[in-house]
Each structure stands twice: as C-alpha cells, then as structure tokens.
Nanobody
C-alpha cells in the first residue's frame, strides 16, 4: 500500500519562508510526475507546481519566482520551497504523485493528507 506523508507546514509571517516535504512509502516501481496543489478556504483545489520524471517543472503564475519544486528520486520525496510568502498563499497543501505500484499496474494518482500553511502577521 502506497502512502504519502507530508511535513513542513505551519504559521509564518508575510515575506517568510517554509519548506514542504512529501515522502512516499510502500511498493513503488516508478514515480512519474510529482506535484503540489493547494486549497484555500472556500476555493477549489489548484495546482501550485509540478515536476516531471525528467525534471521539468511548471508553476502556477501566482507562485512563479517565489516557489521552487524539487525531487529526490532516491528518497521518493518531493519538496516545495516557498519564499516571499503572502497571505493569499494560505491554504492546505497537498502533494500528488503519479506512480506505478507494481510491474503490471498502470499509473495511479496518490494524494497526501494535506498540510496547513498560514501566512499572517
């Protein structure tokens, strides 16, 4: 059974930084895309950043230049470095992996449990 465990959320002042981590455990043959989504109160979940298996990255316009996504394939872990945080970055951040859990299985999507990020003075 594959599980994704997130860490690193919390309360930070505007202009501050946080680093989120998400590690996958269980039987994993291959991980393709890894990404971060967020959901603000009363809003739909939105894509924040994604990194492909080849290392290409894509960001939401609202976080470009402030957030950096990276991955450690040896640790099955994705990171999100968030700098210059703004109050509008507040929300629950979810990691997402597209991975193959066995040799005969197709790619499946897995979500983390979510970690709260609050940006407030």
């Amino acid at each position: 059974q594959v599980q994704l465990v997130e860490s690193g959320g919390g309360l930070v002042q505007p202009g501050g930084s946080l680093r989120l981590s998400c590690a996958a455990s269980g039987t994993i043959i291959k991980i393709n895309d890894m990404g971060w989504h967020r959901q603000a109160p009363g809003k739909q979940r939105e894509l924040v950043a994604v990194i492909t298996g080849g290392g290409s990255t894509n960001y939401a316009d609202s976080v470009k230049g402030r957030f950096t996504i990276s991955r450690d394939n040896a640790k099955n872990t994705v990171y999100l470095q968030m700098n210059s945080l703004k109050p509008e970055d507040k929300g629950v951040y979810y990691c997402y992996f597209s991975l193959r859990p066995s040799l005969t299985a197709p790619l499946y999507g897995y979500w983390g449990q979510g970690t709260q990020v609050t940006v407030s003075s």
